[in-house]
Nanobody
Framework: QVQLVESGGGLVQPGGSLRLSCAGS????????MGWYRQAPGKQRELVAS???????NYAESVKGRFTISRDNAKNTVYLQMNSLKPEDTAVYYC????????WGQGTQVTVSS
C-alpha cells in the first residue's frame, strides 16, 4: 500500500528549477516530520532536507541556499522547491516520514542536463 506519492520530477537544464510534491495521509502528516532524500547511481541515499511538524527546517550543505522544503498540513503535502539546479543534483528523489522505517515514497527522477 503506497502511503506517500511523489510528483514533479523531470528533465531540466542546469540553472533551472523544479518543484517536487509529496502527498500522504493525514495520519502521517499529523505524526511525523518529513524529509526529502535522494539517491544517485552508484551512491548511497542521502538526506537533502527535512522539516518538522512545527516547520523547522534542515538542509544538506550541498543544497543550502538553492532548495527550500515546505509543508502544507491542511493538504497533507510536503514540497521541495529546487532552484539553480546542477548536474550533480541528478538523482531519484524520495519523500520520507521521519523517523519511520517503512514510510517512503516510490521516488521521482530528477535529471539536470543540457
Amino acid at each position: 500500500q503506497v502511503q506517500l506519492v511523489e510528483s514533479g520530477g523531470g528533465l531540466v537544464q542546469p540553472g533551472g528549477s523544479l518543484r517536487l510534491s509529496c502527498a500522504g495521509s493525514r495520519s502521517i502528516f499529523d505524526t511525523y516530520d518529513m524529509g526529502w532524500y535522494r539517491q544517485a547511481p552508484g551512491k548511497q541515499r542521502e538526506l537533502v532536507a527535512s522539516i518538522t511538524s512545527a516547520g523547522r527546517t534542515n538542509y544538506a550543505e550541498s543544497v543550502k541556499g538553492r532548495f527550500t522544503i515546505s509543508r502544507d498540513n491542511a493538504k497533507n503535502t510536503v514540497y521541495l522547491q529546487m532552484n539553480s539546479l546542477k548536474p550533480e543534483d541528478t538523482a531519484v528523489y524520495y519523500c520520507h516520514a521521519l523517523p519511520s522505517l517503512t514510510l517512503w515514497g516510490q521516488g521521482t527522477q530528477v535529471t539536470v542536463s543540457s
